[in-house]
């Protein structure tokens, strides 16, 4: 079945996009009581005893996220038909977006940062969201919605730990090596291969840019960075560089490209976006200053 097939199923004010549309069955999701508990966790923990109106919670940028995931691909997909992206591709990576923070704790990152350090803990809430997701998608209803699209047995078994590793792989890490590095060119490509199939069960080598999307440890440029930037910096009140302009340029001028190094599918932007891309690294760095990293706000959750 193609995806999306028709209208979507609710359209949610948004306070930084306008609206967020979201389509069956991703509202089955998130009708789920896992998904629902993200309206009681704090996005930005114990921010809100120092900057009071910064009291947003993982539930809103979790469909923010899902919001930009979906649109992202979606441009991809009208833009570029040569990259085979498919109804199933577009719904894991949508679903991926929708559910990468279900498995924050109490105070989010309070929770599995300073709280698991003195309890001694190894708690960790990306590991508790790959268990989360797997128990959301084993659910009968939720199966049974999502059948059409992701298939059934081994495939749909297939679809979900892509699912899972859209949010948690790190499949780029090897072509920062030396080893790699220091490769004649005529080689590289025998390593990638090797390495990607030693790594990556969800897609193959056609399909590496999808793991750029939700979450990109190569270089942070990611539409939950995007989300919670903007929607901290407008819940704060703290001004930063990156802004929803800069947002809708990146998107207007983003393309799948050749990675020069390693051969690979990356998503890439135009030249003319850099002062944008640079400032979602700035706009990072100045919400970290003033507030994530505000020496009250750390007093706090020392206490």
Not at 7 to 24: L, R
Not at 69 to 85: E, G, S, T
Not at 148 to 166: A, M, R, S
Request: proline share 4%; net charge neutral.
């Amino acid at each position: 079945m193609s995806w999306p097939n028709h209208a979507p199923k609710h359209i949610i004010n948004d306070n930084v996009y306008g609206t967020v549309k979201v389509p069956s069955p991703i509202d089955k999701i998130i009708d789920t009581k896992e998904f629902q508990r993200l309206r009681n966790l704090k996005q930005t923990g114990l921010v809100y005893r120092v900057y009071p109106n910064c009291e947003h919670s993982r539930f809103v940028h979790s469909l923010g996220t899902f919001s930009l995931a979906y649109n992202l691909v979606d441009k991809l997909r009208h833009n570029q038909p040569c990259l085979n992206i498919t109804s199933e591709d577009h719904l894991c990576v949508s679903v991926a977006a929708l559910l990468h923070d279900v498995g924050h704790g109490p105070f989010s990152h309070l929770f599995d940062g300073e709280f698991a350090k003195r309890s001694g803990s190894s708690f960790k809430h990306e590991d508790m969201s790959i268990n989360i997701i797997r128990k959301i998608m084993e659910k009968e209803d939720i199966r049974t919605f999502f059948k059409p699209i992701l298939g059934d047995g081994q495939k749909y078994e297939e679809n979900v730990h892509f699912i899972t590793e859209l949010i948690s792989l790190k499949p780029f890490d090897f072509q920062d090596t030396d080893s790699f590095k220091d490769l004649p060119n005529g080689e590289r490509a025998q390593v990638v291969e090797t390495e990607w199939k030693a790594i990556v069960r969800g897609r193959g080598l056609d399909k590496s840019f999808l793991y750029d999307i939700v979450s990109n440890s190569h270089n942070g440029h990611d539409v939950d960075k995007m989300d919670y930037l903007l929607r901290d910096s407008k819940a704060s009140g703290v001004a930063i560089t990156f802004s929803e302009t800069s947002l809708n340029r990146l998107f207007d001028h983003v393309r799948v490209v050749i990675d020069p190094i390693s051969g690979l599918r990356r998503i890439g932007y135009s030249m003319k976006c850099v002062t944008d891309i640079k400032s979602i690294g700035d706009a990072r760095q100045e919400l970290h200053s003033k507030v994530y990293q505000h020496k009250a706000v750390r007093f706090i959750e020392t206490l």
